[in-house]
């Protein structure tokens, strides 16, 4: 009797897992939703799993070493800052991640977290609805057109959002050593280091991957080198931000205020001092979600683990290393 393929969820928060269960059916594989919250029941629950998929677990080298049958790992999204990637490769193990399925998505909720935070939006209406109606309480507010957004990093997400804010009269500059001249110059926006996009920047937007390179990029000494009017906008990574240099900046008025998707800790910690300042808009990690982006994001990353499982290399394969490995 041929062995039944075992697909272990590690943790999801979707109402449905319909789109994993009908390609699993396709390959005979037996599906099995998990909600692991602690490393040792990550261990329990993948041992002899054939395939994972993850969203928000945290699949280290231990759960790795731990796995006896595991072909691949799947995360539903961009980042894969949550999978140990060099040990699974160590251990000829696919990571395959979904890049593509709410690129917009994301790109709009980062206007939108700009042009809220920009015009004091939540803070106005919570004043109204406290019954207090006075816009000098929002003082002081500027134009838009000529200001200067950064945008730290130049891949698809920010290309769209520096296009999306073109037409508001921005000016975009962007950091991003990877990315070549002639890219910059389709979506007119000129190319500066790091110094200069902290320096000379208005709002400052984040678009590159978590890596240790990249963690707490922006701390006390980035903090410093900004204008005192600068707001701060974070749809990537939370870690990307030291939170306590940002507290710190925020309430001694070194940065004129902040709009995030992301924590470092997430759900985020109550006890966070930005949860209780006028100028930080919070949202709960939900750029990336519309209807039409999660179905994408479930269907993709199904039929990716339908083909690594069924003999064929992933669509978005992060690790090429291992196919010399695969049998």
Known sequence: ?????????????????QAEQEAMDKIGACLIPCQCRSEEELMEKTADADGIFVQYAYISRRVIENLKNCRVIVRYGIGIDCVDVEAATQHGIMVANVPDYGLQDVADHTVALLLTAARKITLLNQ???????????????????????????????ARMVA???KPFGLLVQAYDPWVSDEILAQHGVRRVDFDTLLSASDMISLHIPLMNSTHHIL??????????????INTARGALIDEDALAAALQSGL????????????????????????????????????EEAQHSLQSIAANDMARALGGQVPKNLLNPKVLPDIS
């Open 255 to 290: 940065l004129a205020g902040a709009a995030l998707d992301v924590a470092a800790s997430e759900p985020i910690n109550p006890d966070n001092p930005l949860l209780g300042m006028d100028n930080v808009i919070i949202t709960p990690h939900v750029a990336w979600y519309t």
């Open 163 to 165: 296009d999306r804010l």
């Open 1 to 17: 009797m041929d062995k039944v393929l075992k697909v272990v969820v590690t943790d999801y928060e979707y109402e449905s897992l």
């Open 219 to 232: 701390n006390k000494e980035a903090f410093s080198k900004m204008k005192k009017s600068v707001l701060l």
């Open 127 to 157: 004043l109204v609805k406290n019954g207090i109606w006075d816009f000098n309480r929002a003082k002081p507010l500027y134009r838009l057109e000529g200001r200067m957004l950064g945008l730290m990093g130049f891949g698809t997400i």
